[in-house]
């Protein structure tokens, strides 16, 4: 009995050293943000709507400022619109930490998980004209993509129900994350190697579990089904479209 106790206790301070050691990594990879402390912002209001909505733009401008110096984000950036015009934004810190530049709200950021929306968008465009039947194996149109214990669908897939996993731990500081990967890959089909022989994590339709690798494999599902690369297929599809009034909310 006291032998495992003590190998239960070395256990656990070894993990408890793990630990320690991975914070030191992260805090000593992680960049200062210099200016958290100032009010570095600009704003642009357009003054005929502003009046009515003073004390919550007020309110919204603090929490920008709060938000930053909390989380140490190097910018952050915030928009209000009524009736489909803009009349307010605000931006707050640093477009670039090296050049001290200034953050304004035409600073272009990264799109983020925003994109998965869109790609559900694109997806259920190309379900409309029957080019994409959403209720198919997605090794329909991926027959490269390994089998799995159980098969599933793009439906699956836009739901977060198909089982495909999440990011995990992985070593790229500071975030010790696949999320902190910026390997660039030639297509969408190359980045799949990451997950694709992973198992899934469930038997699809019985749980949830957000997955952004869940939306690279519609992404590739969509590049395969219409014949192009995906950032041609959203130009075509969404970008050009809702520009020339062919999406209706």
């Given amino acids: 009995m006291r032998i495992a106790i003590r190998i239960l206790g070395g256990l656990l301070v070894l993990l408890l050293l793990a630990g320690g050691a991975l914070v030191a990594m992260y805090l000593s990879w992680r960049e200062p943000i210099r200016g958290l402390e100032e009010d570095i912002g600009e704003e ?13 733009l007020g309110a919204a401008y603090e929490r920008l400022i709060q938000l930053r110096r909390e989380i140490g984000y190097p910018s952050v950036s915030a928009a209000v619109a009524v009736d489909g015009k803009i009349f ?5 810190g640093y477009a670039d930490l090296d050049r001290a530049a200034r953050a304004t709200p035409d600073t272009i950021y990264p799109v983020g998980s925003v994109s998965k929306p869109l790609t559900a968008a694109v997806v259920m465009r190309l379900a409309d004209r029957g080019v994409i039947d959403i209720d198919k ?101 969404f970008v050009r479209s809702a520009r020339h009034g062919g999406i209706r909310a």
């Fill in 44 to 56: 642009v209001v357009d003054g005929d709507r502003v009046h009515s909505f003073g004390p919550a």
């Fill in 88 to 92: 307010w934004t605000h931006a707050q």
């Fill in 137 to 237: 194996d997605i090794r329909t149109y991926l027959p490269s993509f390994p089998a799995k214990a159980y098969p599933f669908t793009t439906r699956q897939l836009l739901s977060h129900q198909a089982g495909v996993r999440h990011y995990r731990l992985a070593f790229a500081p500071p975030t010790f994350s696949e999320f902190g990967s910026n390997v660039a890959y030639a297509n969408v089909r190359d980045s799949l190697a990451v997950f694709a022989d992973d198992p899934l994590l469930f038997e699809p339709d019985t749980a949830f579990e957000y997955s952004s690798h869940g939306y690279t494999v519609l992404a590739a599902v969509a590049e395969a089904a219409a014949g192009r690369p995906f950032l041609n297929v959203m130009q075509a599809e």
